[in-house]
């Protein structure tokens, strides 16, 4: 007789904003020989991101989720002779902010906004920061009149490197035109911290006048 479908634990089903190493976790089952592990970016699994099997343990973690991605998974109990159930579906996404693990990273010294990368870009660029120990962040872009373009990343953050990124795209989705940009970070009552505000520049889209990215060269801060 095969193992009943195991039960899922965590993370919880429709979980949002989680970083790229989550921790997977599921009901032990009797009569199972091992578990197998399978995560696709669609509900229909036509394309497996993860086929793991001959798993023994109640719990997996996979440290290699893209930001910004939608994951897909489930869990089959198999018996010695190979037979099993696949669990319910569940899904999660991860977060646009990305961590390096401290546990192979030694902490950062300071707090810190890193140059953008690349910078000029098209289409998209990595924005780093620093935290020496755990915080509440904002990491905002404005444009040159102090306007907010996009809200990257707020909230909770610990300790490490963080790294978020631009897809040159405002709020609402749509690109933004070419020209000069402000990367504005913030922690706790710290405001951009270690030194000013990132200056960040969009190359002329494919098709779109060189011409249109030649803005004054004075930089806005932000209104706080």
């Known amino acids: 007789m095969p193992p009943a479908a195991p039960a899922l634990h965590s993370p919880a089903h429709e979980a949002s904003g989680l970083s790229n190493i989550v921790t997977l976790s599921w009901g032990l089952r009797v009569h199972t020989a091992s578990y197998t592990l399978q995560i696709s970016t669609t509900a229909g699994f036509p394309d497996l991101f993860i086929h793991h099997t001959g798993l023994t343990d109640t719990c997996h973690t996979v440290s290699c989720f893209a930001p910004s991605t939608d994951s897909y998974w489930r869990i089959c109990a198999v018996n010695a002779a190979g037979n099993g159930d696949f669990s319910d579906i569940r899904h999660f996404t991860t977060s646009a902010f990305t961590s390096v693990d401290p546990g192979t990273h030694p902490l950062p010294k300071c707090y810190a906004l890193l140059p953008a990368c690349p910078n000029p870009f098209n289409p998209e660029t990595a924005i780093t920061c620093l935290l020496p120990e755990n915080a509440e962040i904002s990491l905002v ?27 040159g795209r ?46 004054p060269e004075k930089t806005a801060h932000p209104t706080e």
């Open 141 to 167: 872009i404005y444009n040159g009149m102090g306007q907010i373009v996009r809200e990257l990343a707020s909230g909770f953050r610990p300790a490490g490197q963080h790294t978020v990124t631009w897809d």
């Open 170 to 215: 405002d709020n609402r989705g749509n690109p933004v035109t070419s020209g000069l940009y402000i990367c504005h970070f913030q922690t706790g009552c710290r405001i951009s911290p270690n030194g000013q505000p990132a200056a960040l520049t969009v190359h002329p889209a494919r098709g779109e006048s060189a011409d249109h990215a030649n803005l």
